[in-house]
């Protein structure tokens, strides 16, 4: 579901405080590109402020990812695995980049496979989040995976990850202590629908 879909279906309050306003909106005048890798790109721009001044923006441009909150028997399958950006180990719902025009739903469903050997029946949109909108334009789209079947795990080259099965309980209370952080894992989680999930 893209932006405009979504904007429709939200409460008008909500619309009417999401409508572009000259007031706040910032145009931007220069563009540079700066670094290019594999995964991300940085730009640095120019923009004009709505009085009239300029501002310096860093933007990091990312094709963005797909998620997976996978759940059977009142258990959530997530991902152990050791972020260097972190230094420590982390445990997030499986997830991965999207390629360059691949839907959301493909790449749920491939990463899904490669990370747990999870095959899902049905994958349902959840919700869509930024991680750090304030920067970059990455999006994570996340998917509940159900009608689980097992298959085996098939990580990619370089990609060392474990699947563990928790308590969905558990993983909220780890959520609200504080020891699971990971944006989508926190936001695919707690936008659970409530009742049997198998």
């Known amino acids: 579901m893209g932006w405009d879909d979504s904007l ?9 405080a999401l409508e572009s306003g000259s007031n706040l909106t910032e145009r931007v005048c220069t ?8 995964i991300f790109s940085v730009q640095t721009l120019d923009v004009e ?8 923006r860093e933007v990091v441009r990312h094709h963005g990812g797909a998620a997976v909150v996978a759940v059977r028997d009142g258990r959530v399958c997530l991902v152990r695995q050791y972020r260097v950006a972190q230094g420590r180990m982390t445990l997030e719902i499986p997830a991965g980049k ?10 749920a469903a491939r990463e899904l496979m490669e990370e747990t050997g999870l095959v899902a029946a049905r994958l349902e949109p959840l919700l869509t989040t930024l991680g750090s909108p304030g920067f970059t ?14 298959g085996p795990a098939a990580p990619d080259e370089g990609e060392f990850v474990d699947a563990v099965w928790l308590l969905l309980a558990d993983v909220r ?3 609200r202590c504080g020891c699971i952080q990971d944006a989508k894992t926190v936001a695919g989680v707690l936008a659970l629908p409530h ?4």
């Not at 563009?31 to 594999?38: A, I, L, Y």
């Not at 999207?98 to 790449?107: D, F």
């Not at 334009?137 to 097992?150: I, K, M, P, R, Y």
Request: hydrophobic share 30%; aromatic share 6%; with cysteine.
């Open 49 to 56: 402020l709505p009085d009239g001044s300029h501002g310096y």
């Open 8 to 16: 429709e279906q939200a409460p008008g309050p909500v619309r009417h």
């Open 98 to 107: 999207l390629e360059p025009g691949e839907a959301g739903a493909s790449c």
């Open 31 to 38: 563009c540079n590109e700066e670094w290019q890798g594999r």
């Open 173 to 175: 209370a780890a959520i």
């Open 195 to 198: 009742g049997d999930l198998r």
């Open 137 to 150: 334009d990455e999006h994570t789209e996340v998917f509940l995976a159900t009608g689980l079947s097992q």
